[in-house]
């Protein structure tokens, strides 16, 4: 069974910053592009950031620009997301999901969540003084 297991949420001041990871298992399962979504209370699942093996892409919501990196080690079947210069309204559950795409094919919305077929439980971030 294919799983995406998060980690590395807590909580930060902000300024502060935060690095989650997002492991793949079982080994053989293969993906091309990674996408992380948050969720905060009342609101819609929104994407962030992606990140796609081949051809390399990385894409970013206009919300987190210059703050956050996706970035991953294949080897590792491990992708991250690291969080600059957190604010309070980055404040929610976030979330991996990963695609089934053959090596070569990119998604047409990297950042929408239904580019994706496989999602991690979530790790919360919470951004307070």
């Known amino acids: 069974q294919v799983q995406l297991v998060e980690s590395g949420g807590g909580s930060v001041q902000p300024g502060g910053s935060l690095r989650l990871s997002c492991a793949a298992s079982?080994?053989?399962?293969?993906?091309?592009?990674v996408g992380w979504f948050r969720q905060a209370p009342g609101k819609e699942r929104e994407g962030v950031a992606a990140?796609?093996?081949?051809?390399?892409?990385?894409y970013y919501s206009d919300s987190v620009k210059g703050r956050f990196t996706a970035s991953q080690d294949t080897a590792k079947r491990t992708a991250y997301l690291q969080m600059n210069r957190l604010a309070p309204e980055d404040t929610a559950m976030y979330y991996c999901?990963?695609?089934?795409?053959?090596?070569?094919?990119?998604?047409?919305?990297?950042?929408?969540?239904?580019?994706?077929?496989?999602w991690g439980q979530g790790t919360q971030v919470t951004v307070s003084s």
């Open positions: 079982p080994y053989t399962y293969r993906h091309n592009c």
């Open positions: 999901a990963s695609d089934s795409r053959e090596a070569g094919f990119l998604p047409s919305a990297p950042l929408a969540p239904v580019a994706y077929n496989t």
């Open positions: 990140i796609c093996t081949f051809p390399s892409a990385t």
